[in-house]
């Protein structure tokens, strides 16, 4: 990896760490980042062919993950665009979670019964090539400003069901803190909102963002957790793991929500690593996303079979806080299920028939009583 100073010389070390240099001299064209990459035709026609149409940048820091001459780099593939992506293919969606029938305010995904999205910005530090909401990070619909929001925490507000909000986007952490802060106030103000989310891409492609006043800020409204999304090994750097480390050390749980991405990250020897690292770092593995159908993404995804045969060779193997599940959120809005190798073989007489992570055939008998109703329920909870 060439160092950062080689790649952008005259850069203090002051600017490369402030957030905001990285996100105003972010390289934005084939010019930019065809100056520290030996760009290939399909990257050449991939940034043409979707200028206009899905948003290209790139942080001076993320930009110096990526490996010059490899075009198979994690980084780059996931930063770059190729020609496929300039090509829909056959059940590409442009919406792929069917989520603007459940927009009951610009800013509000209500898709599930005590939990909503709040989309808090239409911007990110980076634009992965295999977003989901595309079709809002794309700037086609337009920012969120603040009559966006207070729509968004009107609808909240009269929606006492609401107990969990996600605030995503495109990227909340690419907002200012005083910005971020207005929603988060808005949300922790109202009283059945119980949890916050705060979902983010900062922590690997600009842990700059991760500064003591946000992680100040971010403690403020705890219960809060900040759910990121790292990808590859490759993204686990020092400063990648100061910005974690500084939220949880600030009381701030951190999860990680992977999307499995063909050749990117599609090997369970890569995904062990990934979790195994995110975990010594007290980032705990989450969701192991199947991808999505979004547009312009279908050369990322994997047959769902390649995602449970690496969970196969996670589960038993390493500690099981190392390992995400993996969902598959169903097209149209049918919502997220999990998927698992197949453990369960059956029944025997009164007996499971099970398959251990090893292969081994057992038997799990059942208990002698199948009652399992809890009586001292309606005394905990009245009723
Ligand atoms: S940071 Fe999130 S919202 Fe932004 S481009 Fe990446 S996946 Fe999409």
Redesign the pocket.
């Known amino acids: 990896m060439t160092p950062w100073r080689d790649l952008f010389p005259g850069v203090s070390e002051a600017d490369w760490r402030d957030w905001r240099w990285q996100h105003r001299n972010a390289l934005r064209s084939a010019d930019q980042i065809g100056r520290i990459v030996d760009l290939t035709a399909s990257e050449r026609h991939g940034l043409a062919g979707t200028a206009g149409r899905f948003r290209f940048a790139v942080t001076p820091y993320y930009a110096s993950l990526v490996d010059p001459g490899h075009p198979f780099c994690p980084v780059r593939m996931q930063a770059i665009p190729v020609a496929e992506e300039a090509r829909s293919a056959p059940g590409d969606l442009r919406d792929p979670l069917g989520e603007d029938a459940h927009r009951p305010a610009r800013a509000v995904v209500h898709r599930y019964p005590d939990r909503v999205l709040f989309l808090a910005a239409d911007h ?1 530090s ?3 090539r ?5 079709r809002i ?1 794309s700037g086609e619909e337009g920012g969120f400003d603040h009559g966006a929001w207070e729509e968004g925490l009107a609808y909240v507000r009269a929606h006492p069901e609401i107990r969990d909000v996600i605030v ?4 909340p952490l690419a907002l200012a803190d005083a910005r971020l802060a207005l929603v988060l106030e808005g949300l922790r103000a109202i009283p059945h909102v119980q949890i916050l989310r705060v ?3 900062a922590p690997v ?1 600009c842990p700059m963002r991760v500064t003591e006043a946000l992680a100040r800020l971010l403690r403020r409204f705890a219960p809060l957790f900040v759910v990121t ?1 790292f990808n590859h090994p490759k993204e686990c750097t020092a400063d990648a793991r100061e910005a974690c480390e500084r939220l949880v050390d600030h009381g701030v749980p951190v999860e990680n929500q992977t999307v499995l991405l063909r050749r990117v990250n599609s090997s369970a020897r890569v995904l062990t690593d990934l979790n195994q690292r995110l975990l010594t770092w007290r980032v705990r593995p989450y969701y192991l996303h199947q991808g999505d159908l979004a547009e312009g993404t279908a050369h990322l995804r994997t047959p769902l079979e390649a995602g449970i045969a690496i969970l196969e060779e996670m589960r038993g193997h390493t500690s099981g806080l190392a390992v995400p599940h993996l969902a598959v959120d169903l097209p149209g809005g049918g919502g997220k299920v999990t998927v698992q190798p197949a453990y369960h073989q059956g029944r025997e007489g009164g007996a499971h028939v099970f398959r251990s992570f090893r292969g081994e055939r057992i038997l799990y008998p059942d208990p002698p009583e199948a009652d399992v109703s809890c009586p001292y329920e309606r005394v905990f909870y009245g009723g």
């Not at 295999?130 to 595309?134: E, K, L």
């Open positions: 990110c980076v634009y992965c295999h977003c989901t909401r595309r990070t995503s986007g495109g990227d979902a983010t891409r492609t999304h």
